[in-house]
């Protein structure tokens, strides 16, 4: 049975691993394929590729796109999407500026309650990477805030937090034209994840499929027993299939290379809708 993982981060997003970093991870924890799907960038592929070839690991060059609904955040991974797409690059332009913009003035907020949280150092942490909140957990972690970025994300980071600031986005619609324009595969990202806000309505889940949604995915750590079983009532309503995935982000988060993973027959499906090819291990 092939191992495969395609929700994976960086440090060109919110995770600690170089891309080689991850290839040499996804290795060690015996998977087949691996996914690089940063949010909204693709800057890491190039160096992941060649690592994946170097070291015989299967990869799915891929991306995980941020849209909102009523300023929740909604995740969609675009997987074996076309990188140089120009409408597809314009919109990562755009989310990069939004993320600074809008984590700015998370720090705004926060700065009377948190002595000695300045912008630049949290801006500095992403490296030029899309900032999110991950960065200025690690901050208040540095400060001595709180104890780790989980802790952070309980209470002050939260969309229910006192300094929870809403993002500029797509509509989760518009995300997904976007990605079967850009050649890619969308599958929405952990939709019943509840600590991060309230679950995606099915009308919204609706839309996302009329616009072309390939699957959705159930088999991911945020997700307990019941959230799978709501995922599964959604999947057979709109005959989707499911899919599995880490979200694994170094040492950003708990999660592990392979925790979960994806069908090897949704993959195949996956593998021919997809314009970019995957690297074979
Ligand atoms: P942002 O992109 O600014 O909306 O931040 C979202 C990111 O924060 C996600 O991609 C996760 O990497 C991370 N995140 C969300 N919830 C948690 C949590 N409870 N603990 C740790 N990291 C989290
Ligand atoms: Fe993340
Ligand atoms: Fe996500
Ligand atoms: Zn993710």
Redesign the pocket.
């Known amino acids: 049975m092939i191992r495969i993982d395609p929700h994976a ?1 960086t440090n060109h997003s ?1 995770g600690t691993d170089t891309p080689s970093e991850l290839i040499a991870a996804a290795k060690s924890a015996g998977l087949d394929f691996v996914g690089i799907s940063d ?1 909204d960038t693709t800057s890491g592929w190039d160096e992941a590729v060649k690592a994946a070839r170097s070291q015989g690991i299967g990869l799915i060059p891929s991306v ?1 796109f ?1 849209a909102q609904w009523q300023g929740r ?1 909604v ?1 969609i991974l675009g997987l074996l999407v076309d990188s140089k797409h120009a409408g597809l690059q314009q919109e990562f332009l755009n989310a990069q500026n939004s ?1 600074s913009e ?2 700015e003035r998370m720090v705004s907020k926060m700065q009377n309650d948190f002595p000695g949280l300045a912008w630049e150092n949290v801006e500095r942490r992403a490296a030029g990477a899309p ?4 960065h200025l ?1 690690d901050e208040l972690v540095d400060l001595g805030f709180v104890g780790d ?2 802790e ?3 209470e002050i980071l939260s969309p229910r937090g006192p300094y929870w600031e809403r ?1 500029k986005t797509l509509p989760p619609r518009e995300a997904v034209e976007l990605i079967r324009a850009a050649g890619g595969v969308p599958i929405l990202a952990h939709p019943q994840a509840t ?2 806000g309230r679950p995606v309505p099915q009308e919204v889940v609706q839309e996302m499929v009329d616009a072309g949604l390939f699957a959705l995915e159930r088999d991911h750590r945020d997700h307990d027993q019941g959230d799978r079983a709501e995922v599964d009532r959604l999947a057979e309503y709109f005959g989707l299939p499911i899919t599995g995935g880490s ?1 694994y ?1 170094g040492r ?2 708990p999660n592990r290379l392979g925790e979960n993973l994806t069908d090897p027959d949704v993959f195949a499906r996956i593998c021919e809708q997809g314009i970019t090819e995957v690297i074979k291990p």
Do not use: M, N, Y
């Open positions: 981060h919110d949010h995980e941020s955040p995740h993320r809008r984590l900032l999110g909140r991950p957990a970025r989980s952070a994300f309980v993002q600590k991060r979200d982000h950003g988060k």
